[in-house]
């Protein structure tokens, strides 16, 4: 089993930025993508920012250029790191992790992941 933990949320001013955490409360587990996702109020829950057992990644437009995914392995924690946040960024992240293998093309899907946080509030005034 993987247990997700988010932290690192918080209110912050536009133009600022945040780093959100993801770690595993067991420090040794398998994986093979990890991802963040976002909810809005009212709002379906968007997908972020994947990682595959790779490296490699992939970003949805909105937030490309602005965030980036990273892993520390040693750490066995996921990071999302935010800069130059805005107003539209507002939403409850969730880190999300896939215990099997799929298309890279999927790795902001919300369907392919079977193991996720709690969530994290981040709120970005104008």
């Known amino acids: 089993q993987v247990q997700l933990v988010e932290s690192g949320g918080g209110s912050v001013q536009s133009g600022g930025s945040l780093r959100l955490s993801c770690a595993a409360s067991?420090?040794?587990?398998?994986?093979?993508?990890m991802g963040w996702f976002r909810q809005a109020p009212g709002k379906e829950r968007e997908g972020v920012a994947g990682?595959?057992?790779?490296?490699?990644?992939k970003y949805s437009d909105s937030v490309k250029g602005r965030f980036t995914i990273s892993i520390d392995n040693a750490k066995n924690t996921l990071y999302l790191q935010m800069n130059s946040l805005k107003p539209e960024d507002t939403a409850m992240y969730y880190c999300?992790?896939?215990?099997?293998?799929?298309?890279?093309?999927?790795?902001?899907?919300?369907?392919?992941?079977?193991?996720w946080g709690q969530g994290t509030q981040v709120t970005v005034s104008s």
């Open positions: 990682l595959d057992r790779t490296g490699i990644t």
């Open positions: 999300a992790a896939d215990t099997d293998s799929r298309s890279y093309y999927t790795l902001l899907y919300p369907s392919r992941y079977n193991y």
């Open positions: 067991a420090y040794t587990y398998r994986w093979y993508s």
